[in-house]
Each structure stands twice: as C-alpha cells, then as structure tokens.
C-alpha cells in the first residue's frame, strides 16, 4: 500500500531564505510525482511534475528532485517570499493504476 | 478559460437533502477524479472515471453516486446528506500518453467545492 508522507507538517521562516520541503512515499513503482500548491479556500495548483525517468525539474526558483529508490522528493524553493505563503502537497501517481496518492502537506509561512 | 471547472463553489444545505456537484474539463483529457479533503487537509480518492468508465471506486458509502455523461463531464450526486459528509470535494482530470517507452501524466485539478452540512 502506498503511503505519502511529507515532513515538516508545518514551517514558518523569514522571507528571503532558500527552504527544502519534504516527500517521501513507500512504493517506488510509481509513474510520477507532482507537487502541488493550494492556498487558503482554494484549488490546487500544480507546480512541477517529476515523471519517474526523470530526477530533477525546475520552474523559476522552484527545484523538485526525485529519488524513486529511496522513496524521497524535495522541493527547493530559493529566495522565499510572502507569497510563497500556502500549502504544498506533493502527490504519486501509482504505476498501473489512474490513482494519485497525496501527501499530508506542509503548510509554509514566509514572514515579511 | 478555466481548465476544471466544477459548480457550486458553495454549497450548504441540511441533513437528509439530496445534492449534486458538477465538473467539466475542457483539457480533451481522457480520466476524471473526484477527490475529497477533510477538515485535516488530507486528499483522498473517491471515483475515478476514464472514457466515461467507471476504473476506481474507492470505499466511498452508496450514498456517493458518480455519473459521466460524456468525457468532459462528471458529476457527483450525494443522497441523504449527513454531518460527516461536510468537507471539500475536488474534481480533477488527466490524460495519459507515451514519450518514448515512458508513460506521461498529469494531473489538473479544480477548484473545489465546499460542502457544509447543517
């Protein structure tokens, strides 16, 4: 059974700082892994997509690495910023299956 | 354009009310999901729809029926609410293709729908 962990449930840091988010999932038979953004009331937003021949992707100052054999992926964001502020689930798309298991999110904080 | 749209944004009703919320994606993708987020924070699985198809039905009560009319559309009909059935429900859709011998994906989601049962 896939399980989806992401660690810290919660981070708060000043604005400026470069930040590691954390994913890890249990079965590496995955398609991909997807990090998503969702702020306050609202949808999901999908930030970068890592397919499972891939171990890095990177969009502005967001970096999502993948390490399918030891079950981890991190999302570097660099030079935080208050908008940054929101949740970030991170999601693995079993292999065989359409299911897409989430993670607990980390809900980060960047203070002005 | 929205990409997954799904109505009402809002909906609050009261116990033992029948509901539906509605989803379309106008993204020509294949599968479409339905998800649910808990007062936690935490997505689950609920249905799964691929060609108008029903392919995952997660341990989700007959009270939850999901109908696809077509491809771009699903709906989600909830009979006799109940309190528990309170949170926010997501639609989501993707489309699956070959990049060589590795299969590509992704998922988008909508905004959600919060439901409040009262």
């Known amino acids: 059974k896939q399980e989806v962990t992401q660690i810290p449930a919660a981070l708060s840091v000043p604005e400026g700082e470069n930040l590691v988010l954390n994913c890890s999932f249990t079965d590496s038979a995955i398609y991909n892994l997807q990090w998503f953004r969702q702020d306050p009331g609202k949808g999901l937003t999908s930030l970068l997509l890592i397919q499972s021949s891939q171990r890095e992707q990177t969009s502005g100052r967001l970096n999502a690495s993948l390490d399918k054999s030891s079950g981890r992926s991190t999302l570097y964001i660099a030079a935080s910023q208050p908008g940054d502020s929101a949740t970030y689930l991170c999601?693995?798309?079993?292999?065989?299956?359409?299911?897409?298991?989430f993670g607990t999110g980390t809900r980060l904080k960047v203070l002005a | 354009d929205t990409a997954v749209s799904q109505t009402p944004k809002y909906l609050v009703t009261q116990m033992g009310n029948d509901k539906s919320i509605k989803c379309e994606q106008n993204?020509?993708?294949?599968?479409m999901y339905w998800y649910k987020q808990d007062s936690k924070k935490f997505l689950k699985i609920m249905f799964s729809?691929?060609?108008?198809?029903?392919?995952i039905n997660e341990t989700v009560p007959n009270r939850f029926s999901p109908k696809s009319p077509d491809k771009a559309h699903l709906n989600l009909h909830i009979n006799s609410l109940e309190l528990g059935d309170s949170a926010v429900y997501f639609c989501a859709s993707s489309q699956e293709y070959y990049w060589g011998a590795s299969l590509n994906t992704e998922a988008f989601f909508g905004q959600g729908t919060r439901l409040t049962v009262v």
């Open positions: 999601a693995v798309r079993r292999s065989g299956t359409y299911k897409y298991i």
């Open positions: 993204l020509g993708h294949d599968t």
């Open positions: 729809y691929n060609n108008k198809e029903l392919i």
